[in-house]
T-cell receptor
Framework: QKEVEQDPGPLSVPEGAIVSLNCTYSNSAFQYFMWYRQYSRKGPELLMYTYSSGNKEDGRFTAQVDKSSKYISLFIRDSQPSDSATYLC???????????FGRGTSLIVHP | GAVVSQHPSWVICKSGTSVKIECRSLDFQATTMFWYRQFPKQSLMLMATSNEGSKATYEQGVEKDKFLINHASLTLSTLTVTSAHPEDSSFYICSETTGNTEAFFGQGTRLTVV
C-alpha cells in the first residue's frame, strides 16, 4: 500500500462547478500538507500549504485536513477552464523536509 | 514566494551524449535541492537530494554515476545525465526548500534522447 493514495482521474466537470479533490494517507507522522497544480509539461506550482486539521481558504481554493481520518481535500469553487491541470497532494513528516507525493488527479473543466 | 529557475526547458540530444540541467534559486539561498523524474501521467519520482557543499543522497535504484548532481553553491544545483540513452527520456524537475517544509519547483526540463 502506498503511503499516499490519490485517484488519478480524469475528473471532468462543467465550468462553474465545485470541484473536490482528495488524498488519503496511512502515515500518521505526516504533519504538513500541500496541494500543487501542474499544467502539462510544467513544474508543479504550490497552491496551498497547511499543517493543522481544519480548513484553510485562499480565494476560490479551500484546503481541508482531517488528521483523525487521514484524509485531505482541496475544493475549487466556481471552477474555470483554466483550472484544468493535474493536482498533486504532498505530505511531509514532522522533522523531515522530504515530501511524499500522491500521483496526481487530472482535472478537466469544460466550458 | 520563492522562485526557482530551471533550464533548459526542453532539450533533444543524441544517444551517448551528456546533458546538463541547471536549477537556480532566485529569491533565496536554498539549503536543499530535490531532483525528480516524472513519466507521463505519473507522479514525481524522487531521484536524489542535494545539499550545498556535500555529496548528493540518491534514492534506491538511481544510478549516481549516470545522474551526476552538483550543488556547489547555495543558489545553484545541476543534474548531468551522462551517456544518455532513449530510456532516459523523461521530464526532470528540481525543487528547493529552505527547511520550512514548503517546496518550490522549477519549470521542468523535457529531455528527449534520440
Amino acid at each position: 500500500q502506498k503511503e499516499v493514495e490519490q485517484d488519478p482521474g480524469p475528473l471532468s466537470v462543467p465550468e462553474g462547478a465545485i470541484v473536490s479533490l482528495n488524498c488519503t494517507y496511512s502515515n500518521s507522522a505526516f504533519q504538513y500538507f500541500m496541494w500543487y497544480r501542474q499544467y502539462s509539461r510544467k513544474g508543479p506550482e504550490l497552491l496551498m500549504y497547511t499543517y493543522s486539521s481544519g480548513n484553510k481558504e485562499d480565494g476560490r481554493f479551500t484546503a481541508q485536513v482531517d488528521k483523525s481520518s487521514k484524509y485531505i481535500s482541496l475544493f475549487i469553487r466556481d471552477s474555470q477552464p483554466s483550472d484544468s491541470a493535474t493536482y498533486l497532494c504532498a505530505m511531509i513528516e514532522g522533522g523531515s523536509y522530504i515530501p511524499t507525493f500522491g500521483r496526481g488527479t487530472s482535472l478537466i473543466v469544460h466550458p | 514566494g520563492a522562485v526557482v529557475s530551471q533550464h533548459p526547458s526542453w532539450v533533444i540530444c543524441k544517444s551517448g551524449t551528456s546533458v546538463k540541467i541547471e536549477c537556480r534559486s532566485l529569491d533565496f539561498q536554498a539549503t536543499t535541492m530535490f531532483w525528480y523524474r516524472q513519466f507521463p501521467k505519473q507522479s514525481l519520482m524522487l531521484m536524489a537530494t542535494s545539499n550545498e557543499g556535500s555529496k548528493a543522497t540518491y534514492e534506491q535504484g538511481v544510478e549516481k554515476d549516470k545522474f551526476l548532481i552538483n550543488h556547489a553553491s547555495l543558489t545553484l544545483s545541476t543534474l548531468t545525465v551522462t551517456s544518455a540513452h532513449p530510456e532516459d527520456s523523461s521530464f526532470y524537475i528540481c525543487s528547493e526548500t529552505t527547511g520550512n517544509t514548503e517546496a518550490f519547483f522549477g519549470q521542468g526540463t523535457r529531455l528527449t534522447v534520440v
